[in-house]
C-alpha cells in the first residue's frame, strides 16, 4: 500500500543552520506531497505542498521539490530560527485513496536552540 | 472566522467504557476526517464523513464509529475502548470541491485509556 517514510528525530540545530528533512514516498499513481507542521500546543498545518513531478513547494523559508525519479520530497531551509521548533510531517494524498485522504509518516521533531 | 474546533481537549477512561468525542468544522467546510495519532507516531486516517455518510474508511476495527450532523460537525464514537485506543484523535475538515488534499486540522482530544 501506499507509505510515506521520513527520517527520524529527533533533529537539533544551532539558530541559523541549514536544515534537510529527508521524506520518501511508496504510492500508486501520480499523488500529491505535503509538509505539515504541528508547533507546540497547536494542531497540524499546512506547511507547504506539491502537485506533480518537479513541483517545487515554499513557504516560511521552506522549500521541497516533488522528485518522481527517486520518489523523494525532502524539506529544506537555509537558515532555521528557534521559532521553527516543531514536529514536521511528510504526506500524500491522491494515491489511491482519493485527495482528502492524508497518508502521514511517523514525524520529525526539530530543536532549534539559541 | 474560526477553526477546527474539538471537545473534549482531554479525557482519560478505562478499558471497556465508550467515548464520543465531538468536533466542528471550519466554516465552509462540509467535509469531516479522523485521525488517530499515537504517541511519537503519525496521524493514521480513520474515516471520512460527507453529506452525512462515511465516504471512506481506514484499517480501524468497527468499535470504530461515527456520524456527521446536517450542520457538517461530527462525532467519533469508540466502544469497548482497549489500552492501545490512548492516542490524540484529530479532526480535519476540508471541502470536497476543492479536491487539493489540503486539510484544516483541530488541536485534537487526548484520549488515556487506564
Known amino acids: 500500500g501506499d507509505s510515506v517514510t521520513q527520517m527520524e528525530g529527533p533533529v537539533t540545530l544551532s539558530e541559523e543552520a541549514c536544515l534537510t528533512i529527508?521524506?520518501?514516498?511508496?504510492?500508486?499513481?501520480?499523488?500529491?506531497l505535503f509538509w505539515y507542521v504541528q508547533y507546540p500546543g497547536e494542531g497540524l498545518q499546512l506547511l507547504l505542498k506539491a502537485t506533480k513531478a518537479d513541483d517545487k513547494g515554499s513557504n516560511k523559508g521552506f522549500e521541497a521539490t516533488y522528485r518522481k525519479e527517486t520518489t523523494s520530497f525532502h524539506l529544506e531551509k537555509g537558515s532555521v530560527q528557534v521559532s521553527d521548533s516543531a514536529v514536521y510531517f511528510c504526506a500524500l494524498s491522491g494515491a489511491s485513496g482519493g485527495y482528502n485522504k492524508l497518508i502521514f509518516g511517523a514525524g520529525t521533531r526539530l530543536a532549534v536552540h539559541p | 472566522d474560526a477553526g477546527v474546533t474539538q471537545s473534549p481537549t482531554h479525557l482519560i477512561k478505562t478499558r471497556g467504557q465508550q467515548v464520543t468525542l465531538r468536533c466542528s468544522p471550519k466554516s465552509g467546510h462540509d467535509t469531516v476526517s479522523w485521525y488517530q495519532q499515537a504517541l511519537g507516531q503519525g496521524p493514521q486516517f480513520i474515516f471520512q464523513y460527507y453529506e452525512e455518510e462515511e465516504r471512506q474508511r481506514g484499517n480501524f476495527p468497527d468499535r470504530f464509529s461515527g456520524h456527521q450532523f446536517p450542520n457538517y460537525s461530527s462525532e467519533l464514537n469508540v466502544n469497548a475502548l482497549l489500552l492501545g485506543d490512548s492516542a490524540l484523535y484529530l479532526c480535519a475538515s476540508s471541502r470536497l470541491d476543492r479536491n487539493t488534499g489540503e486539510l484544516f486540522f483541530g488541536e485534537g482530544s487526548r484520549l488515556t485509556v487506564l
Open positions: 529527508n521524506c520518501t514516498y511508496t504510492a500508486t499513481g501520480y499523488p500529491s
